[in-house]
């Protein structure tokens, strides 16, 4: 008999508010409030750190996420700990001032990168120029016999722990977690949603799936929704045919279309794409954006596993790089039309 605390964890990605322990060696701080003080910032983010060094069997690596002002910016910038950032996002068109999303982490020197920080940045920073808009994408997926849906049923279980059990490491019960809390949440107010499914069929075959998680983090005047887009699989033998590119834009129009009414604007949607895959091209081509890559490389170095079936070491953790939905590529791909005409194809 599972308990009623095991029948709701999901294997989740985004994390939660605060301090926790996360699978593959690390410890992750959510930022719990807006950071104004460069100082402050710099001695929890030592702390960390330190916490890290002292239980160096249990952790590899530390990360502090959050949303910071320009003067902690600056301070991070004029101090070494600038060689500890991964992520560097201004975030104005978001919250409408000058705060920046960081990612700052520290690994131990044996969780070391699969090619150089410099290549990756480089391999990246060259995407297909010729660009497919979302809802032309989603309406040829249709037009090849396949269908969208939003949800998991329950004989359905068994394919999604098929290809997200080995590949990310979920459980069998955490996606069936999965199917009733997308139950419970399509019966709330939409702007209270806090997780997204979307996936390919042919038939009743599963062919790609991806979901997606909310977590709103402390803004310097309120809160700003992060949502990241996650999970991205598709069937090996499927792939290269622009499915999951599809997948990713029906799950944006389903937050988009969600958050339409949402008191705290539009959301943060964001993307950890493993670079080993490219997954990174399908985020281009969903119009994700990797954000410049002046004061950080944009990549979370040796993050998590994905069973990817790339040619290395089964152990070898994986780096992945860090992309977002620009307002700008909502108002030209998923404005309120373009993201109802998208939701509606979803059966
Ligand atoms: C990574 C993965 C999700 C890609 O799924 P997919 O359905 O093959 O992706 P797509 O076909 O939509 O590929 C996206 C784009 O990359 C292009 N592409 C794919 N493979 C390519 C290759 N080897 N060379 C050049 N372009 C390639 C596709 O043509 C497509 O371009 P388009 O915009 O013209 O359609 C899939 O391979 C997978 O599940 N991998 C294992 C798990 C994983 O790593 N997930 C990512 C976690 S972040």
Redesign the pocket.
């Known amino acids: 008999m599972i308990t009623s605390k095991e029948a709701e964890v999901i294997f989740s990605s985004t994390g939660k508010l605060g301090v926790s322990r996360r699978q593959y060696g690390r410890i992750y701080v959510n930022g719990t409030r807006y950071s104004a003080d460069p100082i402050e910032v710099e001695q929890n983010f030592r702390r960390l750190t330190a916490i890290g060094e002292k239980h160096q069997h249990k952790i590899g690596r530390s990360i502090f996420r959050g949303l910071v002002n320009e003067a902690v910016m600056q301070h991070i910038l004029d101090n070494d700990l600038r060689s500890c950032l991964e992520v560097v996002l201004p975030v104005a068109e978001f919250t409408g001032d000058s705060s920046w999303l960081v990612y700052l982490a520290r690994n131990r020197s044996e969780r070391g990168l699969i090619v150089s920080r410099e290549v990756m940045a480089d391999v990246i920073s060259k995407q297909?120029k010729e660009i497919?808009p979302p809802l032309e994408r989603v309406q040829s997926t249709l037009e090849r016999g396949y269908t969208f849906t939003d949800r998991i049923s329950e004989d359905q279980v068994s394919q999604v722990y098929a290809l997200w059990g080995d590949?990310f490491g979920w459980q069998y019960q955490e996606i069936d977690n999965l199917r009733r809390r997308l139950g419970v949440n399509r019966c709330k107010d939409p702007s209270e949603r806090d997780v997204w499914f979307t996936a390919i069929k042919d038939n009743g075959t599963i062919l790609?799936i991806a979901m997606a998680e909310r977590l709103s983090i402390p803004t310097a005047y309120g809160q700003l929704d992060l949502v990241e887009s996650?999970e991205?699989?598709?069937r090996d033998e499927?792939?290269?045919?622009?499915?999951?590119?599809?997948t990713v834009a029906v799950l944006n129009a389903q937050i988009l279309s969600d958050f339409q009414d949402n008191t705290n604007g539009l959301p943060l949607i964001y993307?950890?794409?493993?670079f080993?895959?490219?997954?990174d091209?399908?985020g281009?081509?969903a119009r994700f954006l990797i954000p410049e890559q002046v004061n950080a490389a944009q990549i979370l170095t040796q993050n998590v596993r994905?069973r990817?079936?790339q040619p290395l070491e089964d152990t070898k953790l994986r780096d992945?790089t860090f992309m977002y939905l620009p307002i700008e590529a909502i108002r030209m791909y998923y404005n309120p039309m373009q993201t109802e005409a998208i939701v509606q194809l979803v059966t």
């Open positions: 297909k497919i590949t790609s996650t991205w699989r598709t499927y792939a290269g045919n622009g499915l999951m590119t599809a993307a950890e794409c493993n080993q895959s490219r997954s091209r399908v281009h081509g994905v990817d079936g992945f």
